[in-house]
């Protein structure tokens, strides 16, 4: 849970930083924050689906 929560607001901590210089070109340096939240959040989904179907095999 907690890393589809880090996975979810990582992107948005990445464009805190996003800035025009002098002659006008706009800087992202935590544009590939959102490509690694999005695997991220692939990961935990991944993780997720693997913990319930051990789960639900460890009761039957």
């Known amino acids: 849970m907690a890393l589809a929560l880090f996975a979810v607001i990582l992107p948005f901590i990445g ?3 996003t800035y025009v210089d ?3 070109i706009v800087h992202e340096p935590g544009f ?3 490509i690694i939240g999005e695997i ?3 990961f935990s989904g991944i993780w997720f ?3 319930y ?3 639900r095999k460890r009761k039957n």
């Open 49 to 51: 689906v693997r913990v």
């Open 22 to 24: 002098q002659q006008g």
């Open 15 to 17: 464009t805190f930083f």
């Open 40 to 42: 991220l959040l692939l």
């Open 53 to 55: 179907l051990a789960k």
């Open 32 to 34: 590939y924050t959102i």
